[in-house]
């Protein structure tokens, strides 16, 4: 059985990353630091639920779930994920094109946006200290959202909630996955800085969406949360993995909206978040911690809908109930991977998947071994070139279509041979 442990160097450099991290954070949120702090920080998450006959037990977690875990810092060097996106530093310096035609997307995107696309887009922005599963929820369905949102009212949900819905300083996010210390490295100016003439500030009635505290543009913040939260439900939820998956690559275009972010600062934050959600996915105990929340939801939703997932799913789908139907949740996260720039690096090379991303896929395809889910990665892995695709060894997480992985026709043919979407690959 194939193991990553990608960890030696962060238990070595944790305490002088952390000590570098937390003042950082603490400019912009309130961290807790000792246990009782941790206690407070999740006490929405352990109040008590409302119980119904029949129905499933809540139970938050047990202290030792708070802490201990070697994925609040990155596998990469230096513990953050700038090693990710480097290759922007390589974009602005090289390709002036690019960063014009990264502009001209979004000034198209931000100034000709319906309005009901700049709600949406607004709402987005107010979900980034909280409250993600009932923004997000509308990526479940009709039926199984609002039994997302009913369970959350009677806080029927304390696991998943301290994982993925306290904001930034949720437990499945860390120090390493806040993009701050990244945004501080690269210092790019936001759209609606850089070209204030031709952005147009969408706020709303006693709200301003641009009072963001001088922060750099890149890499996206909200699109690395929204990409690590449905990344990691997908993980625990295969049946619905597209869907929440497109669901978060929406999130981060609705910045692009705002004129906050461009595109490139949403697919690096795409990118820094499914990274980081690998990392977590593979450090054991949070494995362990994600796998729990992820029973607690899935029996939460079962017993409301009287169904297996899988059985309600199809009925809500089989109704035109589905948040997106397969095939548009794919084509939306892989259109949102790109935005159409123009590729800057060469358009055939091989697919070098990230150590980190083939257990993703794990629920999905318990039947495959290691190898043979990065081969599905590899075999609905974006094209090559575009900007931000790391051509080396490390592997690229922008060609990385995990929608289009978890959504795959998989099948093992004689000899072990593998064959994705009716290709042997």
Partial sequence: MHVF??????????????????????????????????QAQYAPSSLPATSHPGAPVPAPFSPEYLAGYVSDLSSYPGGTYYQ????????????????????????AMNTSASPT????????ARVDDGELLAAFSDAFGVTLGGYLRAAIAENRLPKTRALLDSG??????????????????FNNPRPFVAAPEKIARHNAPGEDFYDLGGQGSFP???????????????AVLSELAPQLLARGSQAGESRVVMGVHYPLDVIGGRMTGVAAAADRWNDPHMRDALTQAGAELRAELEWRAGVPLAQAVASQDAAGEGFLDTDEAVATYAAQGTYGLAPVAADNAPMVVPQAAPDLLLNRFPALD??????????TALPSGSPLDDQGPRGSWQRVNLAAAF???VQVGAGGTLIVNGVAS
């Fill in 5 to 38: 442990s990608p960890y030696p160097l962060a238990r070595a450099i944790a305490p002088a990353l952390a000590a570098a991290l937390v003042p950082a954070l603490a400019a912009g949120h309130a961290v807790a630091a000792t246990p009782q702090e941790l």
């Fill in 84 to 107: 990710v996106v480097e290759g922007f530093s390589d974009l602005r310096a090289n390709h002036p094109e690019t960063m014009r035609e990264n502009l001209d997307a979004v000034v």
């Fill in 117 to 124: 696309r700049i709600a949406a887009a607004q709402a987005d």
């Fill in 168 to 185: 930034y300083l949720s437990r499945a996010q860390g120090l390493a996955a806040s993009t701050l210390i990244e945004k501080s490295v």
């Fill in 220 to 234: 996206s913040g909200h699109a690395n949360q929204a990409a690590l939260v449905t990344t990691l439900l997908s």
């Fill in 370 to 379: 290691w190898g043979q889910r990065a081969r599905v990665i590899a075999a």
């Fill in 407 to 409: 959504a795959a026709d």
